[in-house]
C-alpha cells in the first residue's frame, strides 16, 4: 500500500469516526433532563417514553407518538395492545388517548421546569413507531 493510499485511509477514518462521535454524542444537559423524565414515577409507569432529543437555544425538542401522519388506532394499541380492535368510541380508548395527552403535557411540564428551558417543541419518534409496526405518510 502507497504512503498517499495509508493517509487517505486514516483520513477517511478519522472523519467517519468524529460523525460517528457527533452523532451518538448526548449533551449534558439533555441528558440531565431525560434522567428525571425517568425518574418521574408518573412517567416512568407510562408505556411510551417520552425523552428530550436536543436542546436548541431556550427550546426542548421532545419526543412524542402522536402526529396528524400517524393512526391513532394504531398508536393507542401500541401503547395499549388491550385495546386491540377497540372501537374509537370504546370508553377504554378514549381514556387511553386522554392518558397519552396528560403524560405529554405532563412530561413537557418537567421539561420547563428546567431552568433553561422555556418552551417545549414535539418530534415524532419515529424509531418507537417504527419499532411497533407504525407506518405512516408525511
Do not use: C
Not at 493517509?7 to 452523532?23: P, R, S, T
Not at 426542548?60 to 374509537?88: E, F, N, W, Y
Not at 418552551?119 to 411497533?132: F, G, K, N, P, T
Amino acid at each position: 500500500m502507497s504512503k498517499g493510499l495509508k493517509i487517505y485511509a486514516v483520513v477517511v477514518v478519522l472523519i467517519i469516526a468524529a460523525l460517528l462521535a457527533n452523532w451518538l454524542w448526548v449533551p449534558g444537559d439533555v441528558r440531565a433532563i431525560n434522567r428525571q423524565l425517568a425518574a418521574d414515577e408518573y412517567l416512568a409507569a407510562y408505556p411510551y417514553p417520552f425523552r428530550v432529543l436536543r436542546i436548541e437555544g431556550q427550546t426542548a425538542v421532545v419526543s412524542t407518538p402522536r402526529s396528524a401522519v400517524v393512526s391513532v388506532p394504531q398508536m393507542i394499541k401500541a401503547i395499549d395492545p388491550a385495546l386491540d380492535g377497540a372501537s374509537i368510541t370504546d370508553p377504554a380508548y378514549l381514556q387511553a388517548q386522554q392518558a397519552l395527552a396528560d403524560h405529554q403535557a405532563y412530561a413537557a411540564a418537567k421539561v420547563v421546569e428546567t431552568e433553561t428551558i422555556k418552551q417545549v417543541i414535539w418530534e415524532l419518534d419515529r424509531s418507537w413507531l417504527r419499532a411497533h409496526g407504525i407506518e405512516w405518510v408525511e
